[in-house]
């Protein structure tokens, strides 16, 4: 197996860790107001996304923050009023793609509600994406570059398989998910992989709004003749990469802001127990 202590050094990988680390820990958009979810502290709302759902039910503007409640007068409960918002937010064109896809309103760590998952970003709602680090029995890392039709971050490389929890769905069930349709992998596969565990909360200033996302990963020996394929578009290849072109990738930015940090992540958790 190849040694990690001969091909890092881990001050280097906490240094560059630190420099990710304030590029994902950024305060809301000029002009954001915070965003309450039926009394919840929940989002970051900016000016666009503000003049958008203004007037509509269920949505009281404040001179301090903007609060989202159900609407028992417009008979609309809060999911409806949830539903119109993700409406007039892809109206004004504050919403970069309608996914068709629903995510759970997060306040104050509770699912209140759901939403399109277009709408998070410009109302600034918690995510989770959960993330697998796929990695051979020789040591070398799988890695995924993502289709270059993806909406954000088309081209570049990602961990093997990852994406955001689904409305009612815990993070575990996602990641087999995920790894099922971006890797072809069935759970069977990820026997043994390890727990979640969290990364980091990102804070990230965005073109469509505000990210504020938890960043879940798991590591995973994948089997000798284990062999990637991707089943939903959104891969445009694999590579098994060795340590020494790993780390040149990293060095040349050629990984999301999200991969690289699940990447360090686990060279430094790996690095540690080589060298104790």
Request: include cysteine; charged fraction near 25%; glycine fraction near 10%.
């Amino acid at each position: 197996m190849e040694s990690f202590s001969a091909a890092f050094v881990l001050d280097d990988i906490l240094a560059r860790n630190a420099r990710l680390v304030r590029r994902a820990q950024q305060l809301p958009p000029a002009g954001a107001r915070p965003a309450t979810v039926s009394g919840r502290v929940g989002g970051w709302i900016g000016p666009a996304a503000l003049a958008a759902v203004a007037g509509l039910p269920g949505v009281h503007i404040e001179p301090e923050a903007v609060h989202f409640t159900a609407a028992p007068a417009a008979r609309l409960g809060l999911d409806a009023v949830l539903h119109g918002v993700a409406l007039a937010l892809r109206d004004a064109g504050c919403i970069r793609a309608w996914r068709d896809e629903l995510l759970d309103v997060m306040a104050e760590g509770r699912p209140l509600g759901r939403i399109e998952r277009g709408a998070v970003r410009p109302l600034g709602l918690l995510t989770q994406a959960v993330h697998l680090n796929g990695w051979s029995p020789d040591g070398r890392l799988w890695v995924a570059r993502r289709a270059l039709n993806k909406t954000t971050d088309p081209g570049l490389w990602d961990t093997l398989a990852g994406g955001l929890v689904a409305a009612g769905e815990d993070p575990e069930s996602a990641l087999l998910r995920e790894t099922l349709e971006e890797a072809g992998l069935p759970a069977v596969a990820l026997a043994a992989h390890g727990p979640l565990r969290t990364v980091l909360r990102m804070h990230r200033r965005l073109e469509d709004g505000y990210q504020v996302e938890n960043v879940l990963l798991s590591d995973c020996v994948l089997d000798a003749g284990a062999v990637p394929r991707n089943l939903d578009g959104e891969v445009l290849e694999f590579r098994c990469l060795a340590m020494a072109d790993l780390w040149d990738m990293i060095t040349h930015g050629a990984f999301t802001l999200e991969a690289e940090l699940a990447i360090l992540d686990s060279l430094r958790h790996r690095l540690r127990a080589d060298v104790a």
